[in-house]
């Protein structure tokens, strides 16, 4: 027997990337960055964007270097989500 994936990892579409963001950012980190609407632990962003486990850490150092994302332990999970800084930046790339 075997189960369908259900919720936020179970999306067909991948959230896509301001191409103004991806040049700025490079598009890997971007969407990293993107991805961060809500709190996520590394684990599930591995699984959303299938970079590997080391990419991932590497684009979450930067932005946290660059303050535009932040991180959280919950329990166990280390949760990382964006600054208001990071919200600037996506909100900047929206359609006028």
């Given at each position: 027997?075997?189960?369908?994936?259900?919720?936020?990892?179970?999306?067909?579409?991948?959230?896509?990337?301001?191409?103004?963001?991806?040049?700025?950012?490079?598009?890997?980190?971007?969407?990293?960055?993107?991805?961060?609407?809500?709190?996520?632990?590394?684990?599930?962003?591995?699984?959303?964007?299938?970079?590997?486990?080391?990419?991932?850490?590497?684009?979450?150092?930067?932005?946290?270097?660059?303050?535009?994302?932040?991180?959280?332990?919950?329990?166990?999970?280390?949760?990382?989500?964006?600054?208001?800084?990071?919200?600037?930046?996506?909100?900047a790339q929206a359609p006028r």
């Open positions: 027997m075997i189960y369908p994936c259900s919720g936020v990892l179970a999306d067909l579409e991948p959230v896509p990337v301001p191409d103004a963001l991806g040049a700025l950012l490079g598009p890997a980190r971007a969407r990293v960055l993107v991805l961060l609407d809500t709190p996520k632990t590394t684990t599930q962003l591995v699984a959303l964007t299938g970079q590997g486990l080391g990419s991932v850490g590497r684009h979450l150092r930067i932005l946290l270097d660059a303050r535009l994302v932040r991180r959280r332990r919950a329990g166990r999970a280390v949760l990382y989500d964006r600054t208001a800084a990071g919200e600037v930046l996506i909100r």
